[in-house]
């Protein structure tokens, strides 16, 4: 049977494991493609080869497509997302220094509490935080100028927050260029491996469900190959589904080491996968339960409601019309195309394409195509709901 191929960048992190998956395992091949991967070094550069079109679709920041439709950065080309490849998946991390001064000061590394541990890293800062993330438009920014604010440091206006690519986190932290950092898995754990930090907290403790990353493709690409993009999702789908059986994360391991993927040891990529950190170079072992998700909980599904809270944010900071910025940014979360892959197979979808984002305090049942359908819970640290304007 002849293939039709899709182009597609990522960048090596383990939440780019449902495209990698899919093309070792032949998931792609069950709907009729051929994934050519194409690892990139930054998010600037994926992004820019995907909105010049030298791939056709790419492991993606959730806020950059939202991020393209505002104006705020890119080559003025619109993405959109067809599907979430990834919920939550971030760590925080601190220098040993300001590790040791947070600790001296009481701070006990629980790895949970998001509130106690932004208070400890507020007491303990220097005068200028320096935090690194891997790109301005992104959830890493995002849930630090949240969870920061939130604390009573606004951010960025009293942050230093600077734009380094993951694999070089932990030379950047290493090279005193930067205080703390927000950054995907395995590059946090890789920091202490190396000796030079200790992680602070997992993203999930800020945002309990947060969209990471997506598939993401440029609007024309969209709406002119609407079959291929179905099958895409599809694929991508399956191979979460894969990824989300218990006996799948050994096998995993060993495919995403390779050389031609993340080219790192399967001991360092199975914390990500199990919940399971080191967080400092003493070997203190910290459990963190649902990590990375990539299927349970209705993990892949584009909530429009989410890409109102990122447009929010943007809008917010650029000085952009919120109101204005809502429409356009719910556009960008293609429910429609994902409900029409989905349509094929057995899988229960929402009901409704918008939901109180940070109202579940545990995991809940919800209206559903199927009805047995449970979401999980996706609390913000600080309580907070949020409450998306746009149509259900």
Not at 175 to 192: H, N, T
Not at 213 to 236: F, N, P, Y
Not at 333 to 340: A, G, L, M
Request: aromatic share 8%.
């Amino acid at each position: 049977m002849k293939l039709d191929v899709i182009r597609v960048g990522y960048i090596p992190l383990i939440d780019a494991a449902p495209l990698i998956i899919a093309a070792e395992m032949g998931f792609a091949e069950e709907e009729g493609l051929r994934l050519e991967l194409e690892s990139a070094t930054t998010w600037s550069l994926l992004r820019d080869r995907l909105c010049f079109g030298h791939v056709d679709a790419a492991h993606m920041l959730s806020p950059v497509p939202v991020a393209s439709v505002l104006g705020l950065g890119g080559a003025g080309v619109p993405l959109h997302a067809l599907s979430v490849l990834s919920v939550n998946g971030n760590v925080i991390g601190v220098s040993r220094d300001l590790a040791g001064r947070m600790r001296a000061a009481g701070h006990d590394f629980d790895f949970k509490d998001a509130r106690r541990a932004g208070e400890a890293l507020i007491a303990a800062k220097p005068a200028n935080l320096r935090i690194g993330v891997p790109f301005p438009f992104s959830m890493h920014a995002e849930l630090v100028y949240y969870w920061l604010t939130a604390l009573g440091l606004p951010a960025p206006q009293f942050v230093d927050i600077r734009t380094v690519p993951p694999p070089l986190m932990a030379e950047a932290l290493e090279a005193g260029e930067i205080d703390a950092f927000c950054v995907g898995e395995p590059w946090g754990s890789r920091s202490v491996d190396a000796g030079v930090g200790e992680l602070l907290l997992p993203c999930s403790s800020i945002w309990a469900f947060s969209p990471e990353k997506v598939i993401a493709v440029r609007q024309s690409w969209a709406d002119s190959e609407m079959g291929l993009a179905m099958r895409l999702v599809r694929t991508a789908w399956r191979a979460a589904r894969w990824l989300a059986e218990p006996g799948s994360r050994g096998l995993a391991t060993e495919l995403l080491s390779k050389p031609d993927h993340l080219n790192l040891a399967p001991e360092l990529l199975e914390r990500a996968l199990h919940g399971r950190f080191m967080i400092n170079p003493a070997g203190d072992v910290r459990l963190s339960p649902g990590f990375l998700e990539f299927f349970d909980g209705a993990a892949g599904f584009p909530w429009k409601s989410q890409a109102e809270w990122i447009a929010r944010q943007l809008a917010t900071r650029a000085k952009l019309n919120p109101e204005t910025a809502t429409p356009a940014a719910r556009a960008t979360f293609r429910t429609d195309i994902y409900r029409s892959a989905m349509a094929s197979v057995a899988h229960d979808l929402p009901s409704a394409s918008t939901k109180l984002e940070g109202a579940l305090q545990e995991p809940t049942a919800v209206g559903s195509m199927g009805g047995r359908l449970i979401l999980r819970r996706d609390e913000f640290f600080d309580g907070r709901i949020f409450e998306p304007i746009g149509p259900a």
